[in-house]
C-alpha cells in the first residue's frame, strides 16, 4: 500500500503525558494536513504544510499541540500535557497541489488517541 | 466563516430505491465542494467534486448556489453504498477543507 501511512494506530495514554504522531505522505506529494475527528463529527482541521513550511494552524489548536514537517517529508504531530479532552482520532492526509485551491486529499488511517 | 451542514445523521433505505444526501454550506465567496466517503474499515476517500461534474459510482451531485446547497443522489442504491458520506467545503484560494458532521447510510436487502 503505497498510501498515506499514520503512525501508531492507537495510543493510550495517562493524562498529562507527552504523545507524538507520525505521517508518512505519498511520496511526490507537497501538501500535508492533519485533522481531528471525534464522535460523531466531520475531521476538523489543525493545520497545513506545504512542503517544510506551516502554512495555517487552526486558532482553536492549544498551545500544547505542535507540529512539524522537516525537508518536506514526514509530519510529526505532538501534543503535550495531554487532556482527557484530546481523546479523538487525529487524521493525516495528504495532496499534490499546484497554484492556489484544495486539490483531491488522500487520507490515512488515522492514530486513536485514548487520554485516560 | 465558513460552514457545512449536513441535516441527517442516519439515512435508511431499501436497495434499488433512490438516495438523497443533504448538503447545505455557507460561504461568502466561491465555493469548491467535495463529497468524502469512508467505507466500513477503510480510510476516507474522495467520492466526487463539484468541478469534475462527472458521476462517480452511480452517484451526482449538483452545485446550486442559490440554495447553497450541494446534494449527492443515486437513482438506484445498492448495498456497497452502505458508508458514511461527508460534505466538504474550501474557497477557492484556499488550500483546506471544511467537514460536514457526516451522513451514515444504510442500504438494505
Known amino acids: 500500500d503505497t498510501g498515506v501511512s499514520q503512525d501508531p494506530r492507537h495510543k493510550i495514554t495517562k493524562r498529562g503525558q507527552n504523545v507524538t504522531f507520525r505521517c508518512d505522505p505519498i511520496?511526490?506529494?507537497?501538501?500535508l494536513y492533519w485533522y481531528r475527528q471525534t464522535l460523531g463529527q466531520g475531521p476538523e482541521f489543525l493545520t497545513y504544510?506545504?512542503?517544510?513550511?506551516?502554512?495555517?494552524k487552526s486558532r482553536l489548536l492549544s498551545d500544547r499541540f505542535s507540529a512539524e514537517r522537516p525537508k518536506g517529508s514526514f509530519s510529526t504531530l505532538e501534543i503535550q500535557r495531554t487532556e482527557q479532552g484530546d481523546s479523538a482520532m487525529y487524521l493525516c492526509?495528504?495532496?499534490?497541489?499546484?497554484?492556489?485551491?484544495?486539490?483531491?486529499?488522500?487520507f490515512g488511517n488515522g492514530t486513536r488517541l485514548t487520554v485516560t | 466563516a465558513q460552514r457545512v451542514t449536513q441535516p441527517e445523521k442516519l439515512l435508511s433505505v431499501f436497495k434499488g430505491a433512490p438516495v438523497e444526501l443533504k448538503c447545505n454550506y455557507s460561504?461568502?465567496?466561491?465555493?469548491?465542494l467535495f463529497w468524502y466517503v469512508q467505507y466500513s474499515r477503510q480510510r476516507l476517500q474522495l467520492l466526487l467534486r463539484?468541478?469534475s461534474r462527472e458521476s462517480i459510482k452511480g452517484f451526482t451531485a449538483d452545485l446550486n448556489k442559490g440554495e447553497t446547497s450541494f446534494h449527492l443522489k443515486k437513482p438506484f442504491a445498492q448495498e456497497e453504498d452502505s458508508a458514511m458520506y461527508y460534505c466538504?467545503?474550501?474557497?477557492?484560494?484556499?488550500?483546506?477543507?471544511?467537514f460536514g458532521a457526516g451522513t451514515t447510510v444504510t442500504v438494505r436487502a
Open positions: 463539484h468541478i
Open positions: 466538504a467545503l474550501s474557497g477557492r484560494d484556499d488550500y483546506k477543507l471544511s
Open positions: 511520496s511526490e506529494h507537497n501538501r
Open positions: 504544510f506545504q512542503n517544510e513550511a506551516q502554512l495555517e
Open positions: 460561504y461568502s465567496g466561491s465555493p469548491e
Open positions: 492526509a495528504s495532496s499534490l497541489g499546484t497554484g492556489t485551491g484544495v486539490s483531491p486529499l488522500h
